[in-house]
């Protein structure tokens, strides 16, 4: 026998055995590396799936705030003419969806149902001009009515769908939707709210469904409950795509079984064809080309397996073992690549390129951390553009966008540098929603960053801002807040940040405000105001009191009913307080009917003291007039305590009177109509043209107390004749309020003013309080002697100073 036959002998053996131990463990170990790479896989692409679904959910419930922030669908619900309503504003409305969708294709139906579930509107950007509200979002509908939430995602999937339309898989977002105030329901005032549904078909998710359905052989499946975690080799996969709504995908094991067979085969025929070219190797070419190379991968593919390495180095070579070692590098890279990706996605703003709020409130809440702990300190600006608004509107969106990402730009060129010339370390840069931004610093206060940083962004805005060769007029206000002085948690941080930025608004925008205590107890103090008005009984707490109006010959010819608040447990509240929580909260409806018939119930006895002339002035709030309801309110109680219309005088505000839009303008004419007189309370307090004197739709002017202290002096008594004649032209009667000295009842009655009102006649006296006032008045005048008895106002209004 031969050397080389032994050698074949000895080698061949050794190097089949070898390869096959080889090919074994390598089986092994990507049998494993296979499953885990596939199951990563499914899990990647479930998350896909669960991020277009996600983004279909967010467009919906962004495609109905768009709605509900424009005026047609207000307009809609509101407009008391149907055969209007149901063609130009419907037709206004399906030109919103159309403008407000990207694909003038892509499904879309937008809903309103009333409180008894009636289709107020319907309308679906199809090919279907018949279509109505399929009977699978009536039943969603039936199902939520019969709930406690407000708003909702629900994907009905089609499945159990018998016409076309509830075969088509739907994404639909429900909301309850307060009808006067077009803002999320009150659970409180839910029996009364609409029920607002967009539905859009996720075309993106629905593909992907099959997409994954044609790879794995499978349907992935829908339930309501978690499914049950995949056990030990099963490829298994489950995503929460909203509560109560999961999604899984179980791959078969014939699947797994077809992909370890082709795993088998390779390194079978791998193994046959080395151990044969081997043959007449030498065992350093064996060591050089197989051993050495096989146990580099198994190290590389462990130590990222391990987490020890990020990275598998291709060691190059055309065969069996190079290909694997590529192609196991391909898909590590892949997998990593889009993970990044599907990371970056979820951290960044896509419009800005700034963080977003969660990647935001993640990176916060690890420095709030460290300043918590003691061992930093952190600022958060909370930066708002002022009258963003007004350019969106007046340029278009994309102009409003290009000027946040241009602002994005400038806030992180101007930012950087300060950090880095302080040695400190970067700051945190954030959109937080539409025009709001947050810059974190890890800056002591007192050493100046923080205002260097505020002067920065603030010197942006110094003659405008300039985007595309034009300069808008835009400014920011900015709240700052600091951690752990002002807060120890993010959630706190931003909320008083915020409430600084606020507090810049009101000092006059353009400006920086630090969060101060008092912004603490103030913003505490509204929202304990808040709460009690969301729990009292207007009969215990509130009561009216009555400041009578007289002529110029001192005869009372009315009274006005003022409210006020006592609260058992913030004491008196004054109205100039509460009124404006009551209004920006949705609160001010119960107070205003309470007051409408208390004080109407009132006015028999006021009509006993003063005579049937006497006329009643209540005062309601102006958020009320935007619906009809508050007349039929006054006719019915008018009617119910036998009252002619004429001896009400509902009473306005001038700075509301002025902004009075159309719609307004008739609710008005409408309670003209009805007989009610229109008075304009606070006349001259605010910014009065002219112009707007002669369009007032009112009866009654009364002039504010800052106009008549003001006008009734020698050198202004001539405009102020010239003010009260031009309201006579117009047929008003003039009131002036605030009369606190015979001198000023002489300037007014001289320059013609009709009636007078203020604490020299009266201050404001409860109702029995009242009728003493009305009977020590008559008890007065009857012990005078005729000639001894007031002529003129002056006099009258003299005598009544021994009266109080």
Known sequence: MTLGKRAVYLIFPIVLAGYLLAASLVYVV?????????????SQQLDHAEALFRTDANQSRSFLYSLLEGNAVRLFVSEPDDSYRNNALSLRIQASIRSLSDDPRAYVSFSILQPDLSIGYYFENSDDPFAEVSPAQMTLAQTLSRSEVLRNWTFLDGRSGGSADDRRPLLVYSEYIDPTTFSRALPSNRS???????????????????????EYGTEPLFTRDAPTPAQGGELAASVELIPQL????RVPDAYVS?????????????????????????????????TDPIAALDQQVTAVMDE?????VDVGGNGEIGRLTGNIKKLHDQSSSALRRVQEASWTDALTGMLNRNRFNVLAGRIVQRAVEGHASAALLFIDIDHFKFVNDKHGHDVGDELLRVFADRVRDTIAPIMTRRGLPSAVLARLSGDEFAVLLQAEPGTGAIREACDAILALFTHGFEVRDKVHPVTASIGVAICPCDATSVAALVSNADAAMYQAKTSGKNRSSRFSRALQDKRDRVRQIQEELRLLDPDEQFHLVYMPIVDAGGRVTGCEALLRWTSPTLGRVTP???VPIAESSGQFTKIDWWVVSRAMSDYGTIRDMFGPQAVLAINISSAELHSRSIGDHFSREAARHDIPPDRIEIELTETFAVKLGDQLHRNLEALRSRGFRISIDDFGAGYTSVQQIIEYTADTIKLDRAIVETMATPDLSPALTALIALCHARGMSVIGEGIDSAEKVD????????????????????????GIWALQRVSETATMRPSERPASAVARARGTLRLL
Do not use: N
């Open 192 to 214: 009364r709210a609409l029920l607002v549904q967009v539905a859009i078909q996720p075309d993106q998710f629905l593909a992907m469904l099959q997409s994954l359905e044609t």
């Open 258 to 290: 077809t992909a370890l067979w082709q795993l088998k085969l390779v390194l079978g025929l791998g193994t046959v064809g080395m151990s044969l070219l081997s043959i007449g190797l030498m065992i350093a070419l064996i060591r050089r080309f197989i």
């Open 246 to 249: 999961h999604l899984t995908l």
């Open 747 to 770: 300037f007014l009655t001289r320059a013609g003013c009709d009636f007078f009102q203020g604490y020299l006649i009266s201050k404001p006296l409860a109702l029995d309080e009242l």
């Open 308 to 312: 020890r390495s990020e990275q598998i």
């Open 30 to 42: 990507e049998s494993k590396a296979l499953l885990s790479l596939e199951k990563a896989r499914i």
């Open 576 to 578: 100039d307080e509460f």
